[in-house]
């Protein structure tokens, strides 16, 4: 089992900043890729950003100028670095994490992120 707890979401205004983390415990030795997707009301859970455990990593078209993903393995901690945040970007932000074992993916409970205009 691996628990995924998120935090960093908030309220920001449009063209601000914000930097969501995700730590992982539990079997973290099984974790190989983790990301971060996003929800918002009425529309379906799409991928943010992804990163392997050896650092490559994707992003989705709509984000990849103004997000960062990194990871600190170390910290067993998967981070989102979101810049120049439109309204468009507020979701609820959730961790995910796949293991090596074909199929298995865990994920956080979710962080609330709110851009106003």
């Known amino acids: 089992q691996v628990q995924l707890v998120e935090s960093g979401g908030g309220l920001v205004q449009a063209g601000g900043s914000l930097r969501l983390s995700c730590a992982a415990s539990g079997s973290i030795f099984a974790i190989d890729t983790m990301g971060w997707y996003r929800q918002a009301p009425g529309k379906q859970r799409e991928l943010v950003a992804g990163i392997a455990r050896g650092g490559s990593s994707n992003y989705a078209d709509s984000v990849k100028d103004r997000i960062t993903i990194s990871r600190d393995n170390a910290k067993n901690t998967v981070y989102l670095q979101m810049t120049s945040l439109k309204p468009e970007d507020t979701a609820a932000y959730y961790c995910?994490?796949?293991?090596?074992?074909?199929?298995?993916?865990?994920w956080g409970q979710g962080t609330q992120v709110t851009v106003s205009s």
């Open positions: 995910n994490a796949d293991t090596v074992v074909v199929g298995q993916r865990y």
